[in-house]
């Protein structure tokens, strides 16, 4: 349903074909590839414990106050004569109730005459923007050399990574030595409903932000004790004693 009706420089046309495909391009020498932008299987983990990992860069989550919680994906409706804009919503889990900020995106895809599609362009837009918020770089050795830009890999490391999915953006290599910049990868993106937690956590490691709630706590009277103060008052004080936590932020 699209023709060329003007000259635009390649780049133009390019990224209007890959909108409307679902994929993106990616350069081959003097070809330019198309990855399709579908659930894919992993292909390859790479493990820290087994020496696989040279160096992994620090995880860097998009910030959630800046991201649209709701998309209007704006196609033509085709029918009626004359054809006509139309819209499609879809919207971030408590947006509607107004739980939740309301930050707009809209995007015109007029080559789209379906509602249903249009749909579902702004629902996937919206998980991907939910659920494909970590990003980071690996360094690795030769065991990347059949790794291709597209390709969903599986990442472990003490970091906090536990077979933690990525998809690869990116590759370079150097010598033996190979980066690939990844993005997290879930494969509830392409769910016709919003997802709003990934299948995966992005870390193992515990929320700073929730202090476990201690256990075994005691307190005995007969414990008290007379403390003196730097000015000379008095004051009476009562040991406690409970079970050591097991949360690394809590000492």
Known sequence: SLYVEEVQDINVWLDVLCTYAGCWPVRDGSKILFINDRPEPVTRSFTHASGEILKISPPKIRDATKMPTCIEVRHTNTTQLP???ASQWDYVDGVVAGTYPRRESQISLEGIFRPSQALREATERLNKLVLQDLSCTLSVFDEALACQIGDVVAVTHPIGLAAKQFRIKAVRSNLGRHEL??????SAVYSSAIVSV???PDTTLPNPLIVETPSGLSLTSGDAEAVISADGSVNA????SW???TDKFVV
């Open 198 to 200: 990934p299948s995966t």
């Open 181 to 186: 910049d990844l993005l997290e990868y879930d």
């Open 237 to 240: 004080r009562i040991k406690a």
């Open 243 to 245: 079970t050591s936590a």
């Open 83 to 85: 054809w006509r804009r």
